[in-house]
């Protein structure tokens, strides 16, 4: 019984520490795709030409690396395009990853000489984003705010580890802000979701094993939230796959040039 404990706490604590990387089905369905997808693609493209420098934001244990795919694909599509890994690879205080990024934006600000940024985040990145606009000055420097698998009301994976004996989260201080309830998102989502004037989009999948519930992904008070299967039922996304996968990009291409957002399932 022992045994069967410590083996299930160390799968547990596997799972939320080092992201699974998603497996890409290949699609099975047409997309509805409208007369206007390739004008809407054009579009986007030529947003980018004069569009915000955009700082990818990764998440707990996002190393620089495992984010360059996505920070290709938008340096193709003519972005300016910076990483940004979270001190200590996110595992102090949110609060303190928060006020890193802030300094790290008007440095950015400042090289560019832009006055607004947009933001991609994923995973942990989302709730470190949404601390610096809500509370440290980001909602007069960010434009667009993308999150992608963040837990932004918590996830039962985080609260699981105390229930197999683990205590609390191993005493990482970023799981323990990621519980359902914890004080941390008690005052995260206090009031307005989504205060200022930037525009918000959340992006979700079904297949995302460490956001659970998986709607508690989504925000409210003015915020486009996507779920990749409410268009594309059978494409399999997981919770790293949502900075690789094709379909999820064109969401986040579609969202930062401010087009109407319509996936393409056959993206790669």
């Not at 972005?79 to 102090?92: A, H, K, T």
């Not at 989502?189 to 989504?194: E, Q, S, W, Y």
Request: aromatic share 6%.
């Amino acid at each position: 019984m022992l045994l069967r404990t410590v083996l299930a706490a160390t799968t547990a604590l596997a799972a939320l520490l080092v992201p699974a990387t998603a497996a890409h089905a290949a699609p099975q369905r047409a997309a509805a795709i409208s007369a206007d997808t390739t004008t809407t693609a054009d579009a986007a493209t030529l947003a980018a030409a004069g569009a915000d420098p955009v700082i990818v934001v990764g998440g707990l244990i996002g190393v620089s690396i495992a984010y360059e795919p996505i920070a290709a694909r938008l340096r193709a599509d003519g972005y300016r395009v910076s990483i940004y890994q979270l001190p200590n690879l996110g595992f102090g205080d949110i609060r303190e990853s928060a006020r890193a990024l802030a300094s790290y934006v008007d440095q950015v600000r400042a090289a560019t000489g832009a006055s607004k940024v947009d933001l991609v985040t994923h995973s942990e990145g989302g709730l470190v984003s949404r601390w610096y606009v809500k509370f440290l000055g980001g909602a007069d420097k960010v434009d667009h705010y993308i999150s992608l698998g963040s837990p932004q009301y918590g996830t039962y994976v985080a609260n699981i580890i105390n229930l197999v004996g683990l205590g609390s989260c191993v005493g990482i201080v970023a799981c323990q802000q990621m519980t359902i309830g914890s004080t941390f998102l008690g005052d995260l989502n206090a009031g307005d979701d989504t205060p200022g004037a930037v525009r918000w989009t959340t992006v979700r999948s079904w297949q995302d094993e460490l956001v659970r519930p998986v709607d508690n992904a989504r925000l409210a008070d003015g915020v486009t939230n996507v779920l990749v299967q409410g268009w594309c039922p059978l494409r399999v996304v997981g919770h790293l796959g949502l900075v690789l996968d094709g379909t999820t990009y064109t969401i986040v291409r579609q969202a930062l040039a401010d087009a109407p957002i319509w996936p393409n399932c056959f993206a790669l």
